[in-house]
């Protein structure tokens, strides 16, 4: 007990240096995420309907979906380059690289029939916008049609002085050609472009574009553009990416395979019970981590055009396929559970102990603290490896905004993905993988090795460059993770995993200051411990039942 404690302490102090390391390298980080002081969905649906409001249109019928976004491929290529304090120096805040997009949509909506906005993710300021386009014959000069564009931009704030009006030379405007300069021609239908001279970062460029019908602008656009060598380059990485995903793919497949193949050949008691609970739990987790990301697919659909009926059909199939892919995360996880169980009896019964184990109770509450320090253990590691990264081996990231909690249905429930990436990732990757190596090929390094590699490759297409940074991070983490489930056993891991996933999970939700996304992510940070501890104790009380 005495050499438990110990060992216990020196874990602790092991976390607590990093937790305090992961938050020196990554402050800056942190505190730069868009998450930051943004503004709410909410908020700025609010702001979208107080702009048509003043131009005279009722959408009080209309639905509406709002997301956050960015410009990709140039969040990419400041990142490559390392030029994002550049921009920020350059930039106009007429043209951010990430926004918030409100649409407008009722049950006629098609493409072009959707009421659109841009605002800054902070101050909420609307930074463009695009409306329907009415039918008129009504026609005006290119000269109108200019002074009504360049109108429409200083509204915004543009600085004009920064521009330079682009030749439409070539361009075609219901069918003519429209040559600047020409100040005869009329036509119902115009287009202008400018370049902002004054932005200068690297080789990326800003447009903005004006459209109008008539004597209205019906869509005010900023654009940023950026080298084609590195839009190669990046399409490149994220070929090899999805291949290399491919390959994790087939190597979880095969996992899957020897489990349900060694289901039948070893002979030991099936724990299924846990095995069927266990499989309940990450379908059910699964599920709702695929409902919750509805905005996204919503905002896809109604980009891509299809009116109501698109709409109706991509929620469709993407109920259809949560329930097909939760069904078929959920039952796979069965065997890898119940093979996994059988294969401890065999290697090392502790590493996962049986409810029925006098010990069980003991074990949950001390697997649940233990996970806390050692996710502050590993996120020490993750700190101090892309701190090094960054700035010794050049790597970078761009913002993955289809997984921030801002454009999720309920932000509050975004870390319940960290139960399930922790429950089904450790079944998969440590109970039936390292077990099942520890096994049969003995050697502790090579039964954490190979799965690691192989949970790793699932990580590649991550917005993370170049991509086998992620592959290293995971594998070296993975075999950390799989010593750790060796010494500590399944409890312990599945604890650490979900804290670890927790912790990242609940910064931006803190960060967002809304007091229920706050409350959410504080519920959540003690949810593990609330967890270890309540199970124990049904346990015990369970026990106590029976031996009166």
């Known amino acids: 007990m005495g050499v438990k404690k110990r060992g216990d302490r020196m874990l602790w102090m092991i976390g607590i240096v990093g937790l305090v390391m992961y938050f020196v390298f990554s402050w800056q980080d942190l505190f730069a995420a868009q998450e ?4 709410s969905r909410d908020e700025v649906i609010a702001k979208a309907q107080t702009h048509w409001k003043q131009e005279n249109i009722n959408l009080s019928e209309y639905k509406t979906s709002a997301v956050m976004e960015s410009a990709d491929s140039l969040d990419g290529y400041l990142g490559k380059e390392d030029l994002h304090e550049e921009f920020g120096k350059q930039a106009p805040d007429t043209a951010p690289v990430t926004y918030w997009h409100v649409i407008f949509y009722n049950d006629y909506s098609s493409r072009g029939l959707t009421y659109e906005t841009y605002h800054d993710v902070k101050s909420g300021k609307l930074i463009g916008f695009s409306r329907p386009t009415p039918e008129t014959n009504t026609e005006i000069s290119t000269t109108a049609g200019r002074q009504r564009a360049e109108q429409a931009l200083q509204d915004l704030g543009v600085d004009m002085s920064r521009l330079e009006l682009l030749s439409t030379d070539g361009e075609i405007i219901d069918e003519a050609e429209v040559l600047e300069g020409d100040e ?3 036509s119902n239908r115009m287009s202008f472009s400018w370049q902002d001279r004054s ?19 019906d869509e005010v656009t900023s654009d940023y553009r950026v080298p084609d060598s ?12 999805g291949l290399l995903t491919g390959v994790s793919l087939l190597g979880s497949f095969l996992l899957l395979v020897f489990a349900f193949v060694f289901l039948f050949l070893i002979q030991q008691k099936r724990p299924y019970w846990s095995s069927l609970w266990l499989s309940l739990l990450v379908f059910v987790l699964y599920a709702i981590s695929n409902v919750n990301q509805w905005p996204v697919l919503r905002a896809q659909a109604l980009g891509e055009g299809g009116g109501m009926f698109g709409l109706l059909l991509t929620g469709a199939l993407a109920i259809v396929m949560a329930v097909i892919t939760s069904f078929w995360v959920g039952a796979s996880n069965y065997p890898l559970t119940m093979t996994g169980g059988m294969l401890v009896r065999e290697v090392k019964p502790s590493l996962w102990l049986n409810r029925r184990d006098p010990e069980w109770s003991d074990r949950m509450r001390s697997a649940a603290k233990r996970g806390y320090a050692l996710a502050f253990a590993w996120m020490g590691f993750q700190g101090l490896f892309y701190f090094i990264g960054e700035n010794y081996f050049g790597v970078w990231y761009e913002n993955d905004l289809s997984m921030s909690p801002a454009n999720m249905w309920v932000p509050a429930l975004f870390p319940l993905l960290a139960w399930f990436a922790g429950i089904s990732e450790e079944i998969t990757y440590r109970l039936f993988g390292v077990t099942f190596l520890k096994r049969y090929l003995k050697y502790s390094f090579i039964a954490a090795l190979l799965p690691a590699m192989v949970w790793a490759l699932g990580h590649t297409l991550y917005p993370i460059y170049p991509i086998y940074t992620r592959f290293i991070e995971l594998t070296i983490f993975g075999v950390i993770i799989g010593y750790c489930y060796l010494h500590y056993g399944l409890e312990t891991v599945i604890f650490a995993h979900v804290t670890f996933d927790t912790v990242l999970m609940c910064i931006p939700l803190f960060l967002s200051g809304e007091a229920v996304q706050v409350a959410s992510a504080t519920f959540f940070l003690f949810l593990p411990l609330v967890v270890g501890y309540g199970v124990s104790l049904m346990k015990m009380r369970r026990e106590q039942s029976d031996f009166a």
């Open 36 to 39: 930051w002081k943004m503004l």
């Open 184 to 186: 005869e021609y009329r």
């Open 199 to 217: 932005y200068q970062v690297g080789d990326s460029e800003l447009y903005y574009e004006v459209s109008l019908t008539g004597d209205q602008v």
């Open 230 to 241: 590195f839009t190669e380059w990046h399409d490149r990485q994220t070929l090899y990416a």
